[in-house]
């Protein structure tokens, strides 16, 4: 289609709403251990091959598959710290953004629409729009997309220069993101759909995909993230609880631009059932990334990279987008309802360019503070609070575990040990630890408090006196996210005098209530808790 001409304000209202998409700050916490890494890449001068970062896996073999994101993201954060980061992640974005128009621009779609494809591509993109080395799997799949229509629309002249790039684009990438895989399968299905329509045998396609996986090995570590794609295809089932290993549902906000693309395309595609010359490798490619992404949240991003510009061509051929007032209007209605959206989603813009909520921030500072006392201690923590715990808290701190893939067999045994009081303590003790950095849960359970005339009265207490029992473990700091408990015999007694919280604790007011009523705890020592809780979570 070549329409006319539209305005440069199309570009200017597609920036606004895509911003979003854009300008959401960090959040994924795994980004402090990709620092970790990236910080030991540059003093060593060298890949990692072992863990370094644990005290439970320290020695055992570690293919980082990701190393040269890492180094990259180290080297940014020196420059300009996380707001660098952030940076980073805006500029991939916008790259991405840019491949997905120049992938209609190929096809002659005008300006509007291309403004509206990009649009629809970054409310997809919303559950993405972290600062991951996937970003860079994502950008290398675009390429690859990009290069593989000029092909097969004739577009580029038979050489040898497209294999060599190919070769030089997976080298690259294999270093940066085990997510090569998926701009690796791009080649198959552009040959299978030159098969199944009949033509010649598809030569470029697969000259490209092979010289593409000769450069995946050329990585530090051989066949390493082969053998980590499959580790993690193995454990997909008892890793689900994890977020973004789970389905794509409805439950979810983030979702909803996924199930309204999908839904988009499907009806698209049956109306076109019937017309010849459809892109029939861009079909089978977006239908293979819709069914996995259904399945895994995560590969929504690589749906979105095929289904949205195929969904506008798709349109164009089926001559939708001729009739300009009535494509515009549709376009102008979907941007309303996307606008509505963002307004009751997007809260996160006004917290800075990373979101310190999803790591115990108040918490790391603490004990940064009191490294002395706590240096030796065996911690438990959240897996997921393990990369920026060894980030701040390098080099002295040594983790529980972190979010990379070498803990995948662990989080089940903890995950079952967490269901009951007996279980949790049994699993502390065969895990040999000396405290616990917990969750400062909303959970609580029904005691009953004798009285000298003998009555009872019932209180709600919270889930942790009976999970870390206080004969044992003792509380040394507390915030609204973040228990810190201690075993008593492994830290020095005058430490914890100092520093255990015997009547100050959370969720546990009308018990304190009554305590405090009754006589039964001294009101100076709980005065001095109250300040020295005040002091360290100011």
Known sequence: MTGKRHPAWTWAAAAALAAPCLLLPAYNPDLFWHLSSGRWIWQNHAVPRVDFLSFTAAGAAWSDFEWLSQALYYAVHRLGGL?????????????????????????????????????????????????????????LFLSMLL??????????????????????????????????????????????????????????????????????????????????????????????????????????????????????????????????????????????????????????AFFFACAVPTGFLLADMAGWLVAAPAAKRACAAC?????????????????????????????????????????????????????????????????????????????????????DASSWQEYMDDQGLSGALLNNLELRFSTQKAYPDGSR?????????????????ALVYWDPQVLLFVARRAVPASWLAAHEYRYVRPKDEAAFEEALRLGEIPKAAVAEEERRHLRETR
């Not at 909803?256 to 010849?276: G, K």
């Not at 919270?462 to 004969?471: D, E, F, K, L, N």
């Open 83 to 139: 707001t660098a980061l952030w940076g980073l992640k805006v500029l991939l974005l916008l790259a991405c953004a840019r491949l997905v128009d120049r992938l209609l621009r190929l096809h002659g779609l005008p300006r509007f629409f291309r403004a509206a494809a990009v649009v629809v591509w970054s409310a997809g993109m919303l559950p993405h729009s972290d600062i991951r080395p996937e970003l860079s799997s994502l950008l």
């Open 147 to 300: 290069l593989l229509e000029k092909q097969r629309l004739g577009r580029l002249k038979a050489s040898w220069g497209p294999s060599i790039g190919s070769f030089l684009l997976f080298a690259a990438a294999a270093n940066l993101h085990a997510g090569f895989i998926f701009a690796l399968m791009l080649p198959a299905f552009y040959a299978l759909g030159e098969l199944l329509a009949g033509r010649r045998w598809p030569r470029p396609p697969v000259l490209w995909g092979l010289a593409g996986l000769a450069g995946t090995f050329c990585n530090p570590y051989g066949w390493g993230p082969y053998v980590v794609m499959f580790d993690h295809l193995r454990q997909r089932a008892a890793l689900s609880f994890i977020q973004e290993w789970q389905p794509m549902t409805m439950t979810n906000r983030f979702h909803w631009p996924f199930w309204a693309i999908l839904a988009a395309f499907l009806f698209i595609l049956h109306r076109l059932r019937r017309r010849p010359q459809l892109p029939v490798a861009l079909l089978l490619a977006s239908l293979y990334f819709a069914f996995s992404a259904v399945a895994h949240a995560r590969m929504g």
């Open 335 to 419: 941007a309303l309802a996307y606008g509505v959206f963002l307004s009751a989603t997007l809260p996160r813009l006004e917290r800075g360019v990373f979101d310190h909520r999803l790591v115990p921030r108040q918490a790391a500072e603490f004990m940064a503070e009191e490294s002395g006392a706590l240096l030796g201690l065996r911690l438990y923590s959240p897996w997921e609070w393990g990369g920026y715990l060894g980030w701040r808290l390098a080099p002295w701190y040594r983790v529980f575990w972190d979010g990379r893939y070498i803990f995948h067999d662990r989080l089940p045994e903890a995950a079952r040990a967490s269901r």
């Open 457 to 473: 009265k019932e209180f709600l207490r919270p889930w942790y006196r009976a999970y870390m029992p206080s004969q044992r473990w």
